[in-house]
C-alpha cells in the first residue's frame, strides 16, 4: 500500500490554492463543500472563482505565491500549468510539514486526491495510488450506478438516532445487530423516498423491539438427525425454536427446518459431498458474523455435528471469538440407519466393535492403508460403517477383498435411511458396487460391512446361541 486512506476534516480551516483556473475551480469546490476557509492565489481567476472571491465565499490573497502565506495553512493544493513554481509550493509546503497535492503529479504531492462518488454524507474514495487516473475513472462510473442515489438519506437517518440508540442499547453486538436489521429494513426504504416521518416511526418500533428482546449472541451446533423429526433430541427442538438464525446443511430433512421458530432466518449453507474448504471457511464466518452481531445462531447438522460434521473446525473458530457456544449430539447415521434397518452394529456373537469410517478418498493419498486398517478390524469381527462411500465403493471394496476380507462379508446399504423413501439393499462385499450402480443408489447413504449386515443374522445366531 503506497498510500494511507483517510478523510480529513478541513471545517473552519485554511486551505491554499495556487493556480486559478479550471483545474485549480473544481478543487477549490472541493474544499468549500467540505468546509474549509479558502485562500487563493493565482494571476487569473476564472469568471466562476472572480464571483465567489466577490462574494466572500473566498480569499484572493494575492497574486504571486509567498512562503509566508502557508502561515496557519492546513493543506495546500498546487494547480498551475508551471512545474517551477508547483515544486516551489510543494517543497515550501513539506518544508513545514503542510499536506500538499500537486495536481496531476504524485512525485511531488505529500497526498493525492481521489476520484469519488458523493451520496453525502456517504463517501466513497477511489484511488489508483497515482497509477492511473482513467481506471479510478472507469471504477467510479460503475460505483456511481451501483450505488442507490438517495444513500445519504439512510446515513442522515442513522446520524439522527445514533446517540439515541447508544444510549438505548448497551453492548457493541447489540447496537451493530440493531444497525444491520434497520438498514436492511423499511426505514431504510422509507428514508430514500423521503417519508421522514415513517422512517423515523419505523426506527422507533425497531429500536423497542430490540431494548426489550435478549440478544447477546451465541451459537449451538446442534445435531438434526438422520431425518426422521422424531429423531431429534429435546434440546435440538428447544435451540431450534429459539433460534434468531438457522443454518442448515443439504443433509437436514425439510421436515425438520419446518420445525425451526417461524421468523427464524433460515440460511441454506448446503455443501457438495465434495465440500470444499472454501465453502466451509464461508460457513464458519457467516456464523461468526451472526453471532457477533448478537444473533442467536443455531448451525443444524445432519447426524451429529461431531461425526463427519467439521463441527470441531465450527467449535474452534467461535470458541475463539469467546462466544458462548452449545454442541448438542444428534443421532447419527450409523444408529440412525442402523436401528430403522435392523441392523444391531455390535452382537454378542458377530461384532465387538464397531468402526465409523469414510469412504471418501483420504487427502493424502494413503488409500491402500486406510482400507489396510480397515480390512484388519473387520477381520477382529469388527462392523465397518462407511460414511459418504457410494462415489468410491467399487475402489474401496477391492481393497479390502485384496488385503484379505472375504468377498462373501454382508454388506447393506442404507439410501436414505430413517426417511420415508428409506431403501436398505443387502449384497456381499463382492456384488455391492455392482448393486449400488444397478439400483442407482443416491447420496445419503450408508455402507454397512460385516456378519450384522447378512439378512435374518440377529436371529439365526440368536437361536444358534
Ligand atoms: N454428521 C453426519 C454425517 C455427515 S457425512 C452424521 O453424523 O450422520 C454425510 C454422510 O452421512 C452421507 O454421505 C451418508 O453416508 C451419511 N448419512 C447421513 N444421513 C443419512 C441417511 N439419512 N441415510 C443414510 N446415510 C446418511
Given at each position: 500500500m503506497d498510500y494511507f486512506p483517510t478523510f480529513f476534516d478541513i471545517r473552519h480551516r485554511r486551505a491554499l490554492v495556487v493556480g486559478g483556473g479550471q483545474v485549480a475551480e473544481r478543487k477549490i469546490q472541493l474544499l468549500l463543500r467540505a468546509g474549509a476557509r479558502v485562500g487563493v492565489v493565482a494571476e487569473q481567476l476564472t469568471e466562476n472563482l472572480n464571483g465567489r472571491a466577490a462574494a466572500g465565499q473566498l480569499d484572493a490573497i494575492g497574486q504571486t505565491f509567498h512562503e509566508d502565506q502557508l502561515a496557519g495553512v492546513a493543506l495546500v493544493i498546487a494547480a498551475t500549468s508551471d512545474r517551477d513554481l508547483n515544486r516551489a509550493v510543494a517543497v515550501a509546503s513539506r518544508t513545514r510539514g503542510i499536506p500538499?497535492?500537486?495536481?496531476?503529479?504524485?512525485?511531488?504531492?505529500?497526498f493525492i486526491v481521489p476520484a469519488i462518488i458523493d451520496r453525502d454524507p456517504v463517501m466513497v474514495a477511489v484511488s489508483t495510488g497515482g497509477a492511473s487516473p482513467v481506471l479510478a475513472r472507469l471504477m467510479r462510473r460503475s460505483l456511481e450506478q451501483w450505488l442507490p442515489e438517495k444513500?445519504?438519506?439512510?446515513?442522515?437517518?442513522?446520524?439522527?438516532?445514533?446517540?439515541?440508540?447508544?444510549?438505548?442499547?448497551?453492548?457493541?453486538?447489540?447496537?451493530?445487530?440493531?444497525?444491520e436489521q434497520l438498514l436492511e429494513s423499511d426505514a431504510a426504504k422509507q428514508a430514500q423516498a423521503g417519508q421522514w416521518r415513517q422512517a423515523n416511526d419505523s426506527v422507533s418500533q425497531l429500536l423497542e423491539t430490540?431494548?426489550?428482546?435478549?440478544?447477546?449472541?451465541?451459537?449451538?451446533?446442534?445435531?438434526?438427525?438422520?431425518?426422521?423429526?422424531?429423531?431429534?433430541?429435546?434440546?435440538?427442538?428447544?435451540?431450534?425454536?429459539?433460534?434468531?438464525?438457522?443454518?442448515?446443511?443439504?443433509?437436514?430433512?425439510?421436515?425438520?427446518?419446518?420445525?425451526?421458530?417461524?421468523?427464524?432466518?433460515?440460511?441454506?449453507?448446503?455443501?457438495?459431498?465434495?465440500?470444499?474448504?472454501?465453502?466451509?471457511?464461508?460457513?464458519?464466518?457467516?456464523?461468526?458474523?451472526?453471532?457477533?452481531?448478537?444473533?442467536?445462531?443455531?448451525?443444524?447438522?445432519?447426524?451429529?455435528?461431531?461425526v463427519f460434521g467439521r463441527g470441531?473446525?465450527?467449535?474452534?473458530?467461535?470458541?475463539?471469538?469467546?462466544?458462548?457456544?452449545?454442541?448438542?449430539?444428534?443421532?447419527?447415521?450409523?444408529?440412525?440407519?442402523?436401528?430403522?434397518?435392523?441392523?444391531?452394529?455390535?452382537?454378542r456373537d458377530l461384532a465387538h466393535g464397531c468402526v465409523l469410517a469414510t469412504g471418501q478418498l483420504r487427502s493424502d493419498g494413503d488409500e491402500t492403508a486406510a482400507m489396510a486398517e480397515l480390512a484388519e478390524l473387520a477381520a477382529r469381527k469388527h462392523t465397518i460403517v462407511l460414511y459418504m462411500g457410494i462415489g468410491n465403493l467399487a475402489l474401496q471394496t477391492q481393497q479390502l477383498i485384496a488385503h484379505g476380507l472375504s468377498s462373501s462379508t454382508p454388506v447393506a446399504i442404507v439410501e436414505n435411511g430413517t426417511r420415508p423413501e428409506q431403501r436398505v439393499l443387502r449384497s456381499s462385499l463382492a456384488a455391492v458396487a455392482n448393486v449400488a450402480t444397478r439400483e442407482r443408489v443416491r447420496a445419503p447413504a450408508l455402507v454397512i460391512i460385516g456378519e450384522v449386515a447378512r439378512a435374518n443374522a440377529y436371529s439365526t445366531q440368536s437361536a444358534a446361541a
Open positions: 500538499v497535492n500537486v495536481v496531476d503529479d504524485p512525485k511531488l504531492s505529500s444513500l445519504g438519506a439512510v446515513a442522515r437517518l442513522a446520524r439522527a438516532w445514533r446517540e439515541r440508540v447508544g444510549q438505548r442499547l448497551g453492548g457493541i453486538g447489540r447496537r451493530r445487530a440493531f444497525w430490540h431494548a426489550t428482546k435478549r440478544c447477546s449472541g451465541s451459537v449451538a451446533l446442534v445435531g438434526a438427525g438422520p431425518g426422521d423429526p422424531e429423531l431429534l433430541t429435546l434440546k435440538a427442538l428447544r435451540l431450534m425454536q429459539q433460534a434468531d438464525v438457522v443454518l442448515y446443511d443439504r443433509l437436514v430433512a425439510p421436515a425438520i427446518i419446518d420445525k425451526c421458530r417461524r421468523d427464524a432466518e433460515l440460511v441454506d449453507v448446503g455443501k457438495t459431498s465434495s465440500g470444499s474448504s472454501d465453502t466451509q471457511s464461508d460457513i464458519t464466518s457467516m456464523i461468526l458474523k451472526y453471532a457477533t452481531a448478537g444473533r442467536r445462531v443455531v448451525r443444524l447438522k445432519g447426524g451429529d455435528p461431531f470441531g473446525e465450527e467449535l474452534e473458530a467461535v470458541e475463539a471469538l469467546g462466544i458462548e457456544v452449545t454442541v448438542v449430539p444428534g443421532i447419527t447415521a450409523a444408529t440412525g440407519c442402523a436401528a430403522s434397518a435392523g441392523i444391531p452394529l455390535t452382537h
